[in-house]
């Protein structure tokens, strides 16, 4: 597990983020690190963290001495028994006390419970680590879906010139005579169909920003920024993807080492085990040292009390029967104990389960890269076919208008499964905690 320090160092480094104004144009890492500086999520799961920290400081200070001041000031009036006890003499009093009490051994109550709210703040730690790692995946995959969103833009940019193309061109044929006039209305149909494929993929591309926004926590009304976009080259895509570094037993090893979401589980095992002892503890006493000195003055007055006096003690507090509270409390707590245990190995066999899938899903994914970019190829090639079939005769529209439309599909069928992967890498990520 890493320590402290070091986890405290990498949370402070992540949160570094450049000055919002400085870009309008973004990167994925730039927009991870406003994220994590942005998102009202992880706020409120780092405030949560540092709550943890203050209730360990208060339980940690049993270990030191207690040291309290009391100061009176007022009248004070007797009678004066000596001389004539039926008069009422009064004066001025001033009184002053310090006292101080040190814990000698309490047997881990206050151990226990130190020890359950130092483990109780790990689990917050863990889980605010956990929650960084969410982020990032989620911010990925928002911006790769904005990348998606811009490249299918351009496939309904092509498939809109490819139309006019085709209008243009049936509209001379039928001014040659060649073809009917059907043709022309089949392609000014099959246009305006492609103009409305391009007006919602516009359309889908604010909706990736909207949900980008809110995952890196853009709060403005109006779009501000651009993400940087990638300059695709579909009959290359598949060679450009790298496999990933670690196969499956490695990844769910490096899961079960790394995952922050474990972590979290083996503190709050800790904590269960801190409560096991500081319940237990009520059996047997409480040792603790006490000291006082307490300082009087009267102006006028000569009592019996002494103005100054001091004491110190050793005690001990002991609860000799309570009921069987003491017994039933401990039961309660080993029992909790257990349940976090459970918890712990329900958490492994999910993170297993996540871990694989994420990782078939990486191949399933990259397999349809390959698959995508091959029926482009043949898609390209029979519409090429299908062109000069219409151009000499030896086809009507429809099937020219389908093999059109079928390499239109198979782009965007191609990018969008290329995108699948990069988001199934980040997936993938997430779920091994890396």
């Known amino acids: 597990m890493m320590n402290k320090k070091s986890i405290l160092k990498y949370l402070v480094t992540a949160t570094l983020i450049l000055d919002l104004n400085a870009s309008e144009h973004y990167t994925v890492d730039e927009l991870i690190l406003i994220s994590l500086k942005n998102s009202p999520d992880l706020q409120i799961s780092q405030s949560n963290y540092e709550a943890s920290k203050s209730r360990y400081d208060t339980a940690f200070a049993g270990y030191l001495p207690q040291v309290d001041l009391e100061a009176s000031v007022g009248k004070i009036g007797m009678s004066d028994f000596i001389n004539n006890s039926d008069n009422m003499l009064d004066?001025?009093?001033?009184?002053?006390?310090?006292?101080?009490?040190?814990?000698v051994y309490d047997f881990g109550k206050t151990g226990g419970n130190a020890d359950n709210f130092e483990y109780q703040s790990e689990?917050?730690?863990?889980?605010?680590?956990?929650?960084?790692?969410?982020?990032?995946?989620?911010?990925?995959?928002a911006y790769y879906d904005v990348l998606q969103a811009l490249a299918l833009i351009d496939v309904?940019?092509?498939?809109?010139?490819?139309?006019?193309?085709?209008?243009?061109?049936?509209?001379?044929?039928?001014?040659a005579g060649i073809r009917t006039k059907i043709d022309v209305s089949d392609a000014k149909v099959s246009l305006i169909q492609a103009k409305l494929d391009l007006k919602k993929a516009e359309y889908d591309l604010k909706t990736t920003y909207a949900a980008l926004d809110k995952i890196v926590g853009f709060t403005q009304l109006e779009q501000?920024?651009?993400?940087?976009?990638?300059?695709?080259?579909?009959?290359?895509?598949y060679e450009s993807l790298k496999p990933y570094e670690l196969d499956l037993e490695n990844s769910i090893l490096y899961a079960y080492q790394n995952r922050a979401e474990l972590k979290k589980y083996q503190s709050n095992i800790k904590a269960k085990k801190a409560e096991v002892e500081q319940a237990s503890s009520a059996y047997y006493p409480t040792l603790y040292v006490a000291a006082n000195y307490t300082k009087q003055e009267f102006d006028k007055l000569k009592t019996l009390s002494p103005e100054n006096r001091w004491?110190?003690?050793?005690?001990?507090?002991?609860n000799i029967y309570g009921g069987g509270s003491t017994m039933s409390q401990t039961q309660e707590k080993k029992i909790e104990t257990d349940i976090s245990n459970y918890n712990y190995t329900y958490s492994k066999l999910?993170?297993?389960?996540?871990?694989?899938?994420?990782?078939?899903?990486?191949?399933r994914a990259k397999d349809s890269v390959e698959l995508a970019q091959s029926l482009v190829e043949v898609s390209d090639e029979k519409f090429d076919q299908a062109s000069k079939r219409y151009e000499y005769g030896l086809s009507d529209y429809i099937e020219l208008q389908q093999a059109r439309q079928d390499?239109?599909?198979?782009?965007?069928?191609?990018?969008?499964?290329?995108?699948?992967?990069?988001?199934?890498?980040?997936?993938?990520?997430n779920a091994i905690g890396k």
């Open 407 to 429: 390499y239109i599909d198979a782009k965007a069928t191609l990018i969008v499964e290329y995108y699948n992967y990069y988001t199934a890498i980040a997936t993938l990520d």
């Open 350 to 363: 999910s993170i297993k389960k996540e871990t694989t899938d994420a990782y078939i899903n990486v191949n």
């Open 156 to 175: 309904q940019k092509e498939n809109v010139k490819l139309n006019k193309a085709q209008l243009y061109r049936s509209k001379k044929y039928f001014a």
């Open 123 to 141: 689990s917050y730690l863990m889980q605010n680590i956990q929650d960084i790692s969410n982020k990032k995946r989620d911010t990925k995959s």
């Open 311 to 318: 004491q110190a003690t050793l005690n001990a507090d002991w």
């Open 224 to 237: 501000e920024y651009t993400v940087q976009s990638q300059e695709l080259q579909l009959d290359s895509l």
């Open 91 to 103: 004066g001025n009093l001033l009184v002053g006390s310090l006292s101080l009490t040190q814990l």
